[in-house]
Each structure stands twice: as structure tokens, then as C-alpha cells.
């Protein structure tokens, strides 16, 4: 059964960064795409990142525009994990953070769409205060 925990979250103030951590198990892991997405209230869900987890290197992630230059995305192998460092928080950002993962294997490319995740997490709050 594919779980995937999401922590690292909390309240910041603004300029401040946090940590996300996505732990997955029950998952393959390498050679597939693990995403990040975020909702705020009354808003809609919005991709934020997502990563092919390779055995190699020089994959690029993939950001949205609202978030690019401030977070990056790694994957930890040790742990199964995709992490989500953030910085230059802004009140902006504050949602439910989730994470995704995909059941096809091989393919992490374009938009940060969530019909292309099929497993979720429970999510993780982040509060930015201004």
C-alpha cells in the first residue's frame, strides 16, 4: 500500500523559510515523479512542484512561475523522500501543502497537473504571517 507523509510545516513570518518532507513508502521511488501541490481556503488546488526521481543526475524540477527562485525541490534517497525547501516566505503562500506521486513510471514533464498523481498525502499547513 503506497503512503505518503507529509511534514515539516508550521507558522513563519514572512521572509522566513521552512522544510517540507515528503517520506513515501510502499512506492517504487526511483523513476517516477513526485510532486508538491498547495490549497488555500476558498482557493483552488495549484501545482507548486514536482521532480523525476532518478538514480542519476541533472534532472531539472519543474516550479510554477509563483514560486520559482524561492523553492527548490530534492529528492533524499535514504529516505524515499522529496523535499521542499522554502524561502522568502511570503503571506501568499500559505495553504495546505500536499504531496502526490505518480503511479506511471518514466514521465514528469509539463504542467504541474494534478490528474497526472494518483496518490496523495494528508498534507502539511504552512502559515506565513506578514
Known amino acids: 500500500q503506497v503512503q505518503l507523509v507529509e511534514s515539516g510545516g508550521g507558522s513563519v513570518q514572512a521572509g522566513g523559510s521552512l522544510r517540507l518532507s515528503c517520506a513515501t513508502s510502499g512506492y517504487p521511488y526511483f523513476n517516477y515523479c513526485i510532486a508538491w501541490f498547495r490549497q488555500a481556503p476558498g482557493k483552488e488546488r495549484e501545482g507548486v512542484a514536482k521532480?523525476?526521481?532518478?538514480?542519476?543526475?541533472?534532472?531539472?524540477?519543474i516550479y510554477a512561475d509563483s514560486v520559482k527562485g524561492r523553492f527548490t525541490v530534492a529528492q533524499d534517497n535514504t529516505k524515499k523522500s522529496l523535499i521542499l525547501s522554502m524561502n522568502s516566505l511570503q503571506h501568499e503562500d500559505t495553504a495546505m501543502y500536499y504531496c502526490a506521486a505518480a503511479r506511471r513510471s518514466g514521465w514528469c514533464r509539463g504542467a504541474i497537473d494534478a490528474s497526472d498523481f494518483d496518490y496523495w498525502g494528508q498534507g502539511t499547513q504552512v502559515t506565513v504571517s506578514s
Open positions: 521532480l523525476y526521481i532518478s538514480t542519476g543526475s541533472g534532472i531539472t524540477p
